[in-house]
């Protein structure tokens, strides 16, 4: 009997998901439902027409196929994700009724989708998920524009029937005396002037009802609420007080809230900059109609010229860019910004923000979803919504070592150094649970990538308080693995540091900027290496005077390592060109990187050095299909995994710079290889699977060394170890390897290998 209750159990909740997914089928909306870690576990078809962008290649996964359990990021620009739930997670700790997140984002053909975020609670109010659903807004900023032309247009056509009542009125008032016939003449024309100027008007009108819903494409925003998210986001990643006068009043506005709040982050930043201050006052009032919000400083007045220049650039804000100008937000906003002098204090200046103020203004309630009961959201499955966790022991564990959100967000809150420096130790365990549960080592590689960067960039925060503002701009970059962004658990440091090339008519010293930018390298890195990172063997970090220097020199040590056929050029080579921006001011970086493939483009003779150098390298694999592993010494019948994938990302690599590909990660620069036709879907699929697969046998080493033994985790697997068919597999991808080299050695070196 009871077997029965719980199969017919099992039908009804069938029956109720089979429900769910027929209703959100047919919404006319786009909807994504994810985890907390932006897995997309169920979504509709419209999401696909809003989101994708283009049909995936031939031999690729379908669109449907390929978002379930992705990342919501492949489809919605990160940065937009983490600020929406930034914003959900911030009101919901101020206990705000209404805890959804809205913004604008470009969809498929340039259409305009609004977005809206709403979270995914447990009873007992834990984030667990949540839904995006997108609406196209298209029209509605189409009908922006059409306003704008019904205004002009009534303008003209209002015109010269007003002009001739006037005249006639004039001419009235003017002549009281005169005779009845001229009366009646100019009666009739005020008449008929008047009829023309009512029909001109009941038009305009109609239209308008119809237009003035374009609106809509900016929420309703309190600019209390704007204010104070700008000085919490502020502090948290320019490093950058803003003190907030007080101010009781509600004053309401309507805004697209990520790009309204990126402008002024931008413009906070490069304040900071220019005039050298940390510091800030805030204040914002209601103006008539307008509403203004001033920021200001003791010090000289930003001159307009330099604001319009500001206007022209991109929105760019530490390692995230935005593809919108700082004008054109302003425009959409139909706002204004300048500097001026305070009348009040000689010495204080200030840039002001004016918006239009909306009376009676306030946006609907929408409240999280609330799951019951308790639940544990997992990949892919929907049914995991309503599940509770099956280990009692891990449900009582600590959110901390069960929530890399949570990791995260821990490390991003970090005041102090010393909270900083145990979190690592929480990774092993943290992926030991994933990769059970049946992550994809894909995304545990991409999850340990993003703790990675965070922990750097609060750690170059930190260690700029110690330090001091810096002199001039600087790029903080990561290489090697690090800039692939394929970190696991055991992975060294390579870093290094750009700095501006001393400014023309200053008396700066070259060696007291570069002291400077040491100094700052040796405290990032010490610390680092305290938080789990340990130094390179190779002494590749910013630390090191060599790996610490200015644009013009990186890009002569670019020139050098490109024209010369030198065995530590080219390992130089191997490790700075997977160079990736980790912190400060992008446009050093993007600069190198332009000057890297313009002399490329100008030495074809490089390409060949590279890959006479790869090929040289021979994978763990002998004649007759037995491994090779060491003989002797503490890893003795073992084979070290991390050199195994060597021949698949050197591949990647030298393809991927002769193919102008700016991905560094080796994966992404396979796929583009395929996009671009470079490799056939039958050879991207194979390599891809097989340099997937060597580091899932990676990664579980490492996490079992470090959960089960506690030791620190290597590269070194031994193949007994494995499954028979591991082992079959792993003897079948080293040889796969082979036939790679075979291809890389025939296109660049023009030789066909014989065995």
């Known amino acids: 009997m009871a077997f029965n209750d719980g199969c017919a159990m099992k039908k009804i909740e069938i029956t109720e998901q089979h429900i769910l997914g027929t209703i959100i089928a047919e919404l006319p909306q786009g909807v994504l439902i994810c985890n907390a870690e932006g897995r997309v576990l169920l979504f509709n078809r419209r999401a696909i027409e809003l989101c994708v962008a283009e049909a995936p290649p031939e031999g690729s996964p379908s669109g449907q196929e390929s978002m379930l359990g992705r990342s919501i990021t492949r489809m919605i620009d990160k940065n937009l994700i983490e600020h929406a739930l930034e914003e959900i997670n911030e009101r919901l700790n101020r206990k705000v009724e209404n805890a959804v997140s809205e913004f604008v984002v470009k969809g498929r053909e340039d259409h305009l989708l609004r977005c809206q975020v709403v979270p995914i609670l447990e009873y007992s ?9 997108l609406s196209d807004i298209t029209h509605e900023r189409q009908s922006e524009a059409r306003v704008n032309y019904l205004l002009q247009s009534l303008t003209k056509s209002a015109r010269s029937p007003l002009a001739s009542i006037r005249a006639a009125i004039e001419a009235m008032l003017e002549f009281p005396d005169m005779d009845s016939h001229s009366q009646r003449q100019f009666h009739e024309i005020i008449h008929k002037e008047s009829i023309t100027l ?65 402008a002024v982050l931008f413009v906070l930043n490069q304040l900071k900059n220019t005039v050298g201050c940390w510091e800030f006052g805030c204040r914002y009032r209601r103006d008539g109609q307008y509403v203004t919000i001033d920021f200001y400083w003791t010090g000289n007045r930003i001159a307009g010229e330099t604001l319009r220049r500001w206007e022209d650039q991109y929105l760019v804000i530490g390692n995230q860019k935005s593809p ?15 500097s001026f002098k305070a009348a009040e204090h000689s010495d204080q200046a200030c840039v002001r923000f ?17 799951i019951l009961p308790q639940s544990s959201v997992e990949y892919f499955d929907l049914e995991l919504l309503n599940r509770t966790g099956s280990d009692p022991v891990l449900d009582d564990r600590l959110l901390t070592e069960l929530s890399y959100t949570v990791l995260i967000r821990e490390v991003h809150e970090t005041h102090h150094i010393e909270d900083l420096i145990p979190k690592h130790r929480q990774l092993p365990e943290l992926m030991h649970h994933m990769i059970s549960g049946g992550a994809k080592v894909r995304n545990i590689n991409r999850l340990i990538t993003t703790f990675s960067d965070a922990v750097l960039k609060k750690v170059i925060e930190f260690a700029l308080v110690e330090r001091g503002p810096p002199p001039v701009n600087f790029a903080f970059i990561s290489l090697g693995s690090e800039g692939r962004k394929e970190q696991t658990l055991k992975t060294d440091q390579d870093n290094a540091i750009i700095y501006e090339d001393i400014p023309e008519g200053t008396d700066m010293a070259e ?40 644009l013009s020199k990186w890009k002569a040590y670019f020139s050098d390592w490109i024209h010369s056929a030198d065995a530590e050029d080219l390992l130089n080579a191997s490790i700075f060109f997977d160079f990736r921006f980790a912190y400060g001011d992008l446009t050093l970086v993007e600069q190198l990187s332009r000057f890297l493939f313009s002399s490329l483009g100008e030495w074809g003779g490089f390409f060949r050095h590279m890959a006479q150098n790869a090929v040289y390298f021979k994978p763990p694999i002998k004649l007759f299909g037995q491994f090779a592993v060491e003989t002797k010494g503490e890893h003795r019948d073992c084979l070290n995994i991390k050199h195994a994938t060597r021949p698949i990302v050197d591949f990647a690599r030298i393809y991927a710079l002769k193919n102008n590909i700016r991905e560094t990660n080796t994966q992404e620069r396979l796929y583009h290889l395929f996009l671009k036709k470079i490799l056939s879907a039958k050879e991207y699929n194979e390599i891809e699977q097989a340099y997937d697969f060597m580091m899932q046998v ?7 060394s470090a ?32 036939l790679i080299q075979k291809k890389l050695s025939f296109d660049f070196l023009g030789v066909v290998d014989s065995q």
């Open 198 to 262: 009512s029909d001109i008007l009941n038009q305009a009108s109609g239209d308008y009802a119809s237009l003035v819903k374009a609106r809509r494409s900016l929420a309703p925003l309190s600019v209390a609420e704007l204010v104070a998210t700008i000085c919490k986001r502020a502090r948290d990643r320019l490093g950058i007080v803003v003190h907030l006068d007080p101010n009781l009043d509600s004053i309401w506005m309507r805004a697209d809230h990520y790009s309204l709040l990126s």
């Open 324 to 338: 919108l100008t700082l004008e054109e937000v302003v425009q959409h906003h139909e706002a204004a910004v300048w």
């Open 354 to 370: 004016l918006f239009r103020a909306e009376a009676g203004l306030a946006p609907k309630v929408m409240r999280p979803i609330t």
């Open 125 to 133: 109010g834990r984030f667990t998920g949540f839904i995006t659903i």
């Open 698 to 704: 990676r990664f579980v080493h490492q996490i079992k």
């Open 511 to 550: 060696d007291k900027l570069q002291n400077y930018f040491i100094k700052l390298g040796e405290q990032t890195c010490t610390w680092l290496d305290q938080a789990g990172y340990d130094f390179c063997t190779g002494d590749v970090m910013a630390q090191n005077p060599k790996w610490c220097q200015s």
């Open 707 to 738: 959960v089960n033994r506690q030791g620190k985790p290597d590269n070194y697997v031994n193949p007994k170890k494995l499954s028979p068919i591991e082992q079959k597999m792993l003897k079948a991808i080293l040889k796969r390897v082979e």
